[in-house]
């Protein structure tokens, strides 16, 4: 999930989803989301690896650099956050389908 591109698609299309439904509530729910995701592709950005130093070249492939732990500990928080907003639209949606029928 360290693609900047990845996130900004999932941010267009929440908000085109955004847009095609009339509940205010669930819209300003995905709005928000689209807000996450480009959040997650600035952080995605700041983690796209920098050239090799001589310094980081001995370390083995896939192994976490220090300096961007605090990066990483955000990413899991905000998807966490996204998890959560993706059940409730879920739920949102379900429950609305369940009224409507």
Known sequence: MNDENHWLDRAAEMRVLAST??????????????????KLADRAELRAPPPKSPQQ???????????????????????????WWTAALKAAREKSLREAA
Do not use: K, W
Request: charged share 25%; aromatic share 4%.
């Open 21 to 38: 439904t009339n509940d205010i509530e669930a819209q300003a729910a995905m709005v928000r989301l689209a807000d996450v995701y480009d």
């Open 57 to 83: 070249a001995g370390r083995p492939e896939g192994e976490p650099s220090c300096h961007f732990e605090h990066l990483n500990q955000a990413a899991r928080q905000m998807l966490d956050q996204v998890a």
